[in-house]
């Protein structure tokens, strides 16, 4: 019984997006590891930018400083 968390910024995946995300996952371990899709269980967390950090800076901050870069 596979379990995959998939962990993204909130940052405007649609429900499509998200669909096609789980169903993926799930080929992707059913062809690979020829588990069975009823018992594969999928979770979307979806993460403020203020709570996910990369080098040491949240990413709302590290968005603004690229779109401030762009300007």
Known sequence: MPFVNIR?????AT???KQELIQGVTDLLQRVLNKNPATTFVIIDEVETDNWGIGGQNVTTLRQRA???KS
């Open 15 to 17: 429900a499509e997006q």
């Open 8 to 12: 993204i910024t909130n940052e405007g």
């Open 67 to 69: 779109a401030a870069a």
